[in-house]
């Protein structure tokens, strides 16, 4: 249990001590600093501990954001601060110092609580402070001011503003005005009933993939059903992140049981329609599985040039200062969110197309109009590359290189042709994955299966992959070779197995594409919370992109269609074997040692 050390004499009529309890604290009274020092030493250095001024005046939530979220070692609030194991260390060092300094006395005309953030901020340590706004935390040093303090707390409806916070602050269209306006209220019940973020997320999982058993029943009763239970699943995923913010429950398992579960479900809904389709008699899985494509390079195409400009200095793009001006109109914000088609948006659609529209309209129209939201982020991003004057750093092309994903094959050539890529222009590394990835999907497309050319132009892509990473990624349009390496390799598989024209080969293409697509998300989670790329014997044994490709292609020419489809299948089945295990065995083992506690709350996807 956490601990809070009160210091200085009680006040009578204070609620801090229920206060503190209510929030999971065993409170503790130290007369003076002496007496806190002694007393800090005395709790476990595995449990959280806060130092509390007795005569704290605030209202409760101030001191839930300033003493319990989980995502940082040090926080304080005005008459305040805690430590979580982590941050042990230096709340003991400003500690330690405050006592010499003060010789032990009582606390009479400042707080002890502000004195030891004030020395820790000496010290160089990172001390978070939450954004309260009107709430209030404060330390008043006579009456007259704790009057005017419980009459500034009794001012503010201290529920209404957690309510509000529970909320994204940038969200899309359709989440912030058709689902929060009542989800918040979900997730109050929900954490008035002791439900975790965590269950939450698993409930919005199985709805959905309820929902996508309803489409593929291939009936319009079935098809409804689909389309009003995935507009639940959504109400649940917007629940989970409100239920983190709203008790301040955010974990690393959270994050990425949210963010993985977020895929699994429109991935899985995408496999329901198409199956729904086939019982009707018309075959859409190749358009099911270039939506999968299309949608997972839209991600991949936001990793990456986040992750290239995630320590960047301020970005000096005429384009980005241009973007700055829409967005303080207010009718320019929403409509740049709704155009890029994020996750309320898509899903809302989605839903509504499945309930009154066929399969292959459902699918025709999101290709339309995620085509068009990537097209429209990915010009706006060139842009903002060729425009701005940055540096690429270290950490940044670490991140790429990891996001791109070689395998043994690119890696050995990449050391090979080292002295010949440092002599190629800037935008090579981005024209060579293009090129070379063209290549071999035009050629896996337009030639007949079963014929040598698109093994050729494998063997091609592997030296263009091997030569676009043999130097660092550090040029201005160097995020884009992720995203071209993940596009040549999942429509290679696509139009492979569609000139394959055998039945079961697009289904088992779609299962192969789902299980490296998961690879490729596992890898950008991993890096997004600071636990860095999967190790290297896994992306090995996975053969890396231009091994799978590689690979793929020589099955379509050494095997019939028929027995192609069957290989497709065995490798579906091994690859997401393989990369499961290691995910789960990580992000379980992550949680169990204490991994920093993240959220997200950058883009809606």
Known sequence: MPTAILTGQPVPGSSIESELRSLGFDVQYASGAADTETLLARVPAAERVAVVDARFVGHPHALRLGLTDPRFPLAAVPGAVTARPEGRQALTR???????????????????????????????AAVHRPELGSLVAAVPADPQARNEARQAVAAVDDEAVRLKSAVKARDGFVTTFAISPYSRYIARWCARRGLTPNQVTTASLLTALIAAGCAATGTRG?????????????????????????????????????????????????????????????????????????????HVVDFSFNEANHDAAANTSPTAALSDRLDSVGWTVWLR???????????????VLTAVAT????????????????????AGRV?????????????????????????????????????????????AAPALALLGGAAVVATAALTDFGGPWPLV???????????AVARPLKGALDWLVPPFFRAA????????????DVNGALPAAFGLVAAVAYHHYDTVYRIRGDAGAPPQWLVRTAGGHEGRT?????????????QFKVALTVLAVAVALVVLVESIRFWVAAHKVGAPAVHDEGEPA
Request: with cysteine.
């Open 337 to 351: 969110r709704m155009i890029v088609l994020p996750i309320g948006e898509r899903w809302a659609m989605i839903a």
């Open 489 to 500: 390799e999942y429509l290679t598989v696509l139009a492979l197995a569609a000139k394959a």
């Open 457 to 467: 132009a494998a063997a091609v892509y592997v030296l263009t992959s091997a030569l």
């Open 550 to 562: 590689l690979v793929i292609t020589a099955l379509a020419v050494l095997l019939t269609a028929t």
């Open 94 to 124: 400003a500690m330690a110092r405050e006592n010499s300094a003060g010789g032990g006395t009582a606390v009479a005309v400042d707080s002890l609580a502000d004195r030891i953030t004030a020395a820790l901020d000496a010290d160089g």
């Open 359 to 378: 399969p292959r309209i459902t699918f025709y129209v999101l290709l339309i109009g995620c085509a068009f939201a990537a097209t429209y982020t990915t």
């Open 222 to 298: 079935g098809f409804v059903a689909a389309g009003v239970l995935l507009i639940a699943s959504f109400v649940l995923d917007c629940t989970d992140g409100q239920l983190a913010r709203y008790s301040l429950q955010y974990s690393t398992l959270g994050a990425w049981l949210d963010a993985t579960f977020d895929r699994a479900k429109e991935y899985a809904y995408y496999a329901g329609l198409a199956l729904g389709a086939a019982r009707g008699g018309d075959d859409v899985w190749a358009l099911a599985l270039g939506a999968m494509v299309l949608q997972t390079c839209r």
């Open 383 to 427: 842009l903002r590359s060729l425009t701005r004057r940055a540096t690429r750093t270290d950490r940044a092309a670490k991140a790429l290189a990891d996001l791109a994903d070689s395998g043994p094959l690119a890696e050995a050539g990449a050391r090979s042709l080292a002295g010949t890529a440092r002599r190629l222009p800037a935008f």
